[in-house]
């Protein structure tokens, strides 16, 4: 049982270019999220879905796109990197709104 | 809009007492539910205990337990009998129901334990 696995793990990306950050996970769970981690900021939503085919907006999704075509698939598109979306990225997922996620390993991403 | 507030950035424990980190929350929503996650230095975020806005009772978990005071809207964790291991960063989260999947973290507290 894999869990939720994100991958690259580590990503160094020159301002400008565009790159997917992957994340799937074999629970069939219909809840998927993708955070950012900050020094000081805790984890910020970027995006959700509730669903296949099913997208939403978290706290700070500028410069972020997302597709949930499948149920074990939720892929973090950045457009055009900037410095400041160097962070480390988590996905997570869930069965169920009132139980906890379960988290990728997650990835960490360096803009020059 | 829902806001979780974490005031303490850092707390320092001596081993084997007990130590509380708060956890403010704001909601409209009256259906809502509380989690406390723990991230250790190796990076990976550990689920600790669950808290429901309906739940009567405080939630317990071994040696943790979330001090619900509902009309304060207040959900501090208590860790009692502190260990070594327990030092990570510690994150509140809550989800309110109508909000669908948005579940909406804390800054944080890094606790460290004393030996």
């Known amino acids: 049982n894999a869990g939720v696995t994100q991958t690259p793990k580590f990503q160094v990306l020159k301002t400008g270019q565009s790159m997917t950050l992957q994340c799937a996970q074999d629970?069939?769970?219909?809840?998927m999220s993708w955070y950012r981690q900050d020094p000081g900021m805790g984890l910020r939503l970027i995006h959700y879905?509730?669903?296949?085919?099913?997208?939403d907006q978290g706290e700070v999704p500028n410069g972020y796109n997302v597709s949930r075509s499948t149920t074990e698939d939720f892929p973090l598109r950045l457009l055009s990197a900037a410095p400041s979306q160097t962070s480390v990225y988590f996905c997570?997922?869930?069965?169920?709104?009132?139980?906890?996620?379960?988290f990728g390993n997650g990835t960490r991403l360096t803009v020059t | 809009a829902q806001k979780i507030t974490q005031t303490q950035p850092g707390m320092f424990v001596q081993e084997k007492e007990a130590v509380t980190l708060d956890c403010t929350y704001d909601?409209?929503?009256?259906?809502?539910?509380l989690f406390w996650y723990k991230q250790p230095s190796s990076g990976e975020m550990i689920f600790l205990i669950y808290?429901?806005?309906?739940?009567?009772q405080n939630a317990t978990e071994g040696r943790y337990s979330l001090n619900f005071q509902k009309a304060r809207k207040s959900a501090n964790l208590v860790i009692s009998a502190s260990q070594l291991g327990d030092s990570a960063m510690y994150f509140c989260?809550?989800?309110?129901?109508?909000?669908?999947?948005?579940?909406?973290f804390g800054q944080g507290t890094e606790l460290s334990v004393k030996p």
């Open positions: 629970m069939n769970h219909e809840y």
């Open positions: 909601t409209s929503d009256p259906s809502y539910g």
């Open positions: 808290q429901g806005s309906y739940d009567q």
């Open positions: 997570a997922s869930t069965y169920h709104i009132n139980s906890p996620l379960h």
């Open positions: 989260a809550m989800r309110a129901y109508n909000q669908g999947g948005k579940l909406i």
């Open positions: 879905s509730v669903g296949a085919g099913i997208t």
